[in-house]
């Protein structure tokens, strides 16, 4: 069966530090994969999606960057955080066996900015 | 412009109470609805919906499309504290040669003992 992890579960990084945020993806092969952005009262919202290596599309103008160097796995990135940076990350896969399937969430990992 | 709009944003009930949570959407190309249950961590994936009329059921959950009035359901019977959570209905939008969710921003259900 197919499962996906994200690490860490909790970040505490101060404004203008770098950040790497991981995902990967196990049980199946070439997945869409997707990082959301959660923040308090508000909706998920999609900030990168990726249907192969090297293939990323970012959805909003931000100071976060992804990458995708193997299949399965997936990097949100930053050089320098902000405040603004700070709340829930998701990391989501789909199958690549054409579009209406469900995706898939990981854990999540919940960064605060000080 | 496309979006999901879920009402009540907030509910508290009692145990064995029967819930009803909404979702309305305008979306172009419209072809699929999505529940999911949010605890604490990861949103897990309840239905997917694409044909109207057609209930789905798991358990105590279920959920039914109307396409024509553009909104979905989500049911939960003989409510438990464990149905505690905040539930999320996204459809998606397809562009640039894949898809990406957009999202409602959820009914948080509170179910008190």
């Known amino acids: 069966s197919q499962t996906i992890h994200q690490w860490p579960a909790t970040l505490v990084q101060p404004v203008g530090s770098p950040l790497s945020l991981e995902c990967t993806v196990e049980?199946?092969?070439?997945?869409?994969l997707y990082w959301y952005r959660q923040a308090a009262g508000r909706g998920l919202q999609l900030l990168f999606y990726s249907v192969g290596i090297g293939q990323i599309s970012s959805e909003v103008p931000q100071n976060l960057s992804a990458s995708r160097p193997q299949d399965r796995q997936f990097i949100l990135s930053s050089k320098k955080l902000l405040l603004s940076d700070s709340g829930f990350y998701l990391c989501?896969?789909?199958?690549?066996?054409?579009?209406?399937?469900?995706?898939?969430f990981g854990d999540g990992t919940r960064l605060s900015i000080l | 412009e496309d979006k999901v709009v879920q009402s009540p944003l907030s509910l508290v009930v009692h145990e064995g109470d029967t819930v009803t949570l909404n979702c309305s959407y305008e979306?172009?190309?419209?072809?699929?609805l999505l529940w999911y249950k949010q605890e604490k961590k990861a949103p897990t994936f309840l239905f997917m919906l694409?044909?109207?009329?057609i209930e789905k059921k798991s358990g105590r959950l279920s959920s039914i499309l109307d396409k024509k009035e553009l909104f979905s359901i989500l049911n939960i019977t003989a409510t438990q504290t464990g149905d505690s959570a905040v539930y999320l209905c996204?459809?998606?939008?397809?562009?640039?040669?894949?898809?990406?969710?957009?999202f409602g921003k959820g009914t948080k259900l509170t179910v008190n003992p």
């Open positions: 049980g199946t092969s070439n997945p869409n």
């Open positions: 694409t044909s109207s009329g």
């Open positions: 996204a459809t998606p939008l397809y562009q640039g040669g894949s898809e990406k969710l957009v």
């Open positions: 989501a896969w789909s199958g690549d066996s054409g579009f209406n399937q469900p995706q898939h």
């Open positions: 979306v172009t190309n419209f072809r699929s």
